[in-house]
């Protein structure tokens, strides 16, 4: 099926629209900065107006004669007097200026309520940033609090949202368990339910607090301007990643920085392990994986061992060779995988050899997505089944050479059960939910640089590429497009995203159920079209009537 480009509004519309908002600013700005005197004396002048109507309306009736023959006496000795209109103008226009002027206070310290609140944090500091051997401790108890704290900023409640920290020399900031108690101190006395970020200078010895705003949820499943082999996994901080996408959040055009992973043979995060809780997103990362996959023509296996029919939206589209639900499908279409993989790497080198390029069906990406694999080793257990997960082990070593990519989604129940083949080969991961420090650091290899909070919304959490840093991470809203309880709208992007149907084919009368084992002899061709768990017989080699 011909790919239609991406509409060139998405690519480029969204960088010309903001450049004009930035010029209409700019001109606003200027325009103020040059009519400012105008806009004061204007403002002075309604002050006076409302003033002298005031005064009208408390003078009583019998005196508003009087008043009113004094005010015109008045106008005419100043219009006789010379340069009487003149001077009458220039006070009028000074009196204007003088009650239009900015009343606004300016601050120039934190008031009771705040100073109080930095005297708390500075005494709460005082035993981690302090020795009995130091002659002069710039953290002691009853000492001042503005030597220590250089700035500070507060929120409409009184609560910190940036601090900057002076600590002496001899702390201990390059033990990590010295920085988590500090982070954990300041964390419990700034105010919780909120993600602060902790920026150490060691060099400096100074510790910087900030708040981090909350990334936005409202971005649903879209066409992402990227290139093949370039996966959004979802949007973090703009200061963590030096590009951004234009992207529609809702329906106001937005550029956010993304992180991308990037798959293919020069990759060195080919595979990926996404870990959560229940309800935390990780089947909605694996279905923006999967329309994204298609979107740049790859072949889609899907294993699900949760059993909810999550991805049934994705059975029977262009590009989805699978989608299996049972340990017997599931065992077969990974055995499948694993030969499909060797087929690849014998075709390839085979080329190689020969001095051609590789075939074209060897460089067509598969994609291998497994959720809730666990599930599945489970039931096969129960059965007296080989293992499902131990078939992945061809795929997660070779699949970088083969062009296969392998994304498994497990919950924290259940790690213990994944092999080491997994744990060893997805050096792309990523976490989402609520999750503790230490269950972060144990499936990324580090901890956050921010402080997790106990309730986040659904495919918000961490992710971390291979060796690189710790990043924020909000997914895409991508939902099941058949379940009613989600955002109508959100559905309907998934729905836009979705490939054409396969036409159905012609019914044989060998099949194979999915409670009969297949076995494969020989390497053979990806199937053409795949409708549920069964398999059609002409999809698979011709087995001897003596083989079991």
């Not at 206070?105 to 309520?113: L, R």
């Not at 910087?208 to 301007?225: E, H, N, R």
């Not at 070593?397 to 083949?421: C, K, P, Y």
């Not at 997790?452 to 971390?464: D, E, H």
């Amino acid at each position: 099926m011909a790919r239609r480009p991406l509409p060139r509004i998405l690519s480029s519309g969204t960088v010309s629209l903001n450049r004009g908002r930035d010029f209409a600013r700019t001109a606003a700005d200027s325009a103020t900065d040059v009519l400012h005197p105008l806009l004061t004396i204007g403002r002075g002048l309604r002050v006076l107006a409302s003033a002298g109507r005031r005064k009208w309306c408390d003078t009583p009736k019998d005196k508003r004669g009087p008043a009113l023959f004094l005010g015109a006496a008045c106008v005419l000795v100043v219009a006789l007097v010379p340069y009487g209109p003149l001077t009458a103008l220039i006070t009028l226009m000074a009196a204007a200026a003088w009650q239009g002027r900015d009343r606004t206070p300016v601050k120039t310290g934190p008031s009771d309520a705040e100073a109080e609140r930095l005297g708390s944090l500075y005494e709460a500091l005082v035993p981690y940033f302090s020795i009995p051997e130091d002659p002069s401790p710039l953290f002691a108890h009853g000492g001042e609090w503005d030597k220590a704290f250089s700035g500070y900023e507060f929120d409409e409640a009184g609560r910190v949202t940036r601090l900057h920290i002076r600590y002496p020399a001899y702390f201990t900031d390059g033990e990590a368990a010295s920085r988590a108690r500090i982070e954990a101190l300041l964390h419990a006395k700034s105010g919780r339910g909120r993600e602060y970020l902790f920026d150490w200078d060691e060099e400096g010895n100074q510790l910087d607090l900030s708040v981090l705003a909350a990334l936005p949820t409202g971005i649903a499943a879209q066409p992402f301007v990227t290139s093949p082999g370039e996966t959004v996994l979802g949007f973090t901080d703009p200061g963590s990643v030096q590009r951004t996408l234009p992207v529609l959040d809702g329906d106001e055009p937005r550029d956010m920085p993304p992180v991308i992973w990037r798959t293919g043979s020069r990759s060195a995060e080919p595979h990926l392990l996404a870990v959560g809780q229940p309800g935390s997103g990780t089947s909605t990362l694996l279905r923006s994986i999967a329309l994204q996959a298609l979107r740049h023509g790859g072949d889609v296996l899907i294993v699900e061992g949760g059993g909810t029919g999550e991805y049934s939206c994705l059975s029977g589209r262009a590009g989805v060779l699978a989608v299996e639900c049972g340990p017997t499908g599931a065992l077969a279409t990974l055995e499948w995988a694993a030969r499909e993989t060797e087929r690849r790497l014998i075709a390839t080198h085979r080329a190689r050899e020969a001095g051609r390029p590789a075939p074209e069906d060897t460089r067509r990406p598969l994609w291998i997505l497994l959720d809730r694999p666990s599930v599945l080793a489970h039931l096969a257990a129960a059965e007296g089944a080989p293992d499902p997960i131990a078939q992945l082990q061809v795929p997660l070593r070779h699949g970088r050479a083969a062009h296969v990519t392998v994304v498994v989604a497990e919950q924290f129940d259940h790690l213990e059960l994944l092999n080491d083949s997994v744990w060893q080969h997805t050096r792309a991961r990523a976490v989402l939910g609520a999750a503790t420090i230490q269950q972060i650091a144990d499936v990324l290899g580090l901890p956050p640089h921010t402080t997790p909070t106990a309730v986040l919304p659904p495919g918000r959490g961490y992710a971390r590429l291979g060796a690189g840093p710790v990043h924020r991470l909000q997914v895409p809203a991508t939902p099941d497009p058949y379940d009613d309880a989600t955002h109508p709208g959100h559905r309907q992007a998934v729905l836009d995203l979705l490939p054409e149907r396969q036409a159905q084919p012609k019914p044989v009368q060998e099949h194979v159920t999915p409670t009969k084992p297949l076995r494969i002899l020989q390497p053979v061709q990806p199937p053409a079209q795949a409708q549920g768990p069964a398999i059609d017989a002409s999809e698979i080699p011709e087995v001897p009537a003596d083989a079991p």
